[in-house]
T-cell receptor
Framework: AQSVSQHNHHVILSEAASLELGCNYS??????LFWYVQYPGQHLQLLLK??????LVKGIKGFEAEFIKSKFSFNLRKPSVQWSDTAEYFC??????????FGKGTKLSVKP | GAVVSQHPSWVICKSGTSVKIECRSL??????MFWYRQFPKQSLMLMAT?????????EQGVEKDKFLINHASLTLSTLTVTSAHPEDSSFYIC??????????FGQGTRLTVV
């Protein structure tokens, strides 16, 4: 079955630390990949997306993600987190333009 | 963990008819539910925010009379696509929040209008 795995349920970092959130998806053909963020009290917002081309994708707020096809991964990174990055992060995958499948989310807490 | 059930998973309807999609939080009370829509090869678009017992807040460009949202209880929100047309064909997904932090997603509904 098609699925998306996010490895960490809750990550706690201090400001200025580097961030990497893992996302793996099961094999299933052509994929479109997304990272969404949900800040406390708000709805989902798109951070970045990958459809094709350069596997290193840059998004808003200094986030980037790298699509590694051989590893079925699309990890999210940020070199230096800020307190305002405290939020929940969701990886999502479209298989062959079908339904969007979400990971369970990773809660990020950044200590000031 | 918390479960959000969305029903149906897929539906095909004739142009001009109405379709109701249900979003239920199975093991928690959801004070807020969100309805999203995804077009092919695009990201999710927030349609509306639904608060229990009050009118939904629609995003700009979303027709309130076409996409009727009812959040009648703390565990159920419904989205009714009225007088559906082929351009309404899309993937609709809801999410529910028990508080102000975590969100849980339904499995989505694939609507095809023929």
């Amino acid at each position: 079955a098609q699925s998306v795995s996010q490895h960490n349920h809750h990550v706690i970092l201090s400001e200025a630390a580097s961030l990497e959130l893992g996302c793996n998806y099961s094999y299933g053909g052509t994929v479109n990949l997304f990272w969404y963020v949900q800040y406390p009290g708000q709805h989902l917002q798109l951070l970045l997306k990958y459809f094709s081309g350069d596997p290193l994708v840059k998004g808003i707020k200094g986030f980037e993600a790298e699509f590694i096809k051989s590893k079925f991964s699309f990890n999210l990174r940020k070199p230096s987190v800020q307190w305002s990055d405290t939020a929940e992060y969701f990886c999502a995958v479209n298989y062959d333009q079908g339904n969007l499948i979400f990971g369970k989310g990773t809660k990020l807490s950044v200590k000031p | 963990g918390a479960v959000v059930s969305q029903h149906p998973s897929w539906v095909i309807c004739k142009s001009g008819t109405s379709v109701k999609i249900e979003c239920r939080s199975l093991d928690f009370q959801a004070t807020t539910m969100f309805w999203y829509r995804q077009f092919p090869k695009q990201s999710l678009m927030l349609m509306a925010t639904s608060n229990e017992g009050s009118k939904a807040t629609y995003e700009q460009g979303v027709e309130k009379d076409k996409f009727l949202i009812n959040h009648a209880s703390l565990t159920l929100s419904t989205l009714t696509v009225t007088s559906a047309h082929p351009e309404d064909s899309s993937f609709y997904i809801c999410s529910a929040r028990p508080g102000i932090t975590e969100a849980f997603f339904g499995q989505g509904t694939r609507l095809t209008v023929v």
